[in-house]
């Protein structure tokens, strides 16, 4: 019973650092290497939401050892304090969580994800690699990227061609990268986890992350200056 007291105290601790740390400390890094922010932002939230869920299974435990050990006649007293000892533990974990996310909360507001193409037609243009380019009827530029789709606008098309070979490299790093997919699963998060500012931060972080990535992903092959050049235009 001792060693699940010492292992609860270690997840509760690591949770307790995971999510109040993470939005710290990780929030606004690792533009230089947006790929290992994105990997970090998963795997520590991904590994606070095991040890948390560990943490329910071993104060769950305490309930039947509990009685087991009444059932074997065992000290009254010293038997109810190790079965309660878990879950007061995990109330006191809960209260400090609360009060942290509660002061860390108004850094990472979210909105509803809305789906920008949902009322609008397009038409395919052409090919670029493995996706598929499509033409919006709208003014102004745009340029969003959908499963193995990527949506412009008319006046995307009217950029210099240097400028608009930037703009394509970008959106096709978004498929390669899959990082829709990623998005989603980082939404899906905060939509599990509403309350935690660490959810919060995770849907804003890789939201910039994946623009990053998507950025050296073009440079690699166009010149940065046509890529800066064309996204100042997008505004």
Known sequence: MEIN??????????VMLVTVSAPMFFAGRFSKTPNLGI?????SLLSAVLATSVSIV?????????WQNLSAGQNLGKTLLASFAPW?????AGILLAVANQRLAPLFAIRGELDPLADLMAREIT?????????????????????????????VFELPAKQLAAIMRHEYGHIKFRHQNLKQFAYLIYQLFPWAAASRALVHEVDRLCELSADKYAIYRVYSKDLIEARSKFS
């Open 88 to 92: 007061v533990l995990l109330g006191v």
């Open 5 to 14: 007291l010492y292992l609860l105290i270690i997840l509760i601790e690591w």
């Open 127 to 155: 090919a670029y690699r493995k996706a598929r380019i499509m033409e919006l009827d709208i003014p102004g530029y745009f340029a969003l990227t959908r499963d193995k789709q990527i949506y412009l606008s008319k006046a």
């Open 39 to 43: 990997w970090l932002w998963f795997t």
């Open 58 to 66: 071993i104060a769950a435990v305490s309930i039947f050892t509990t």
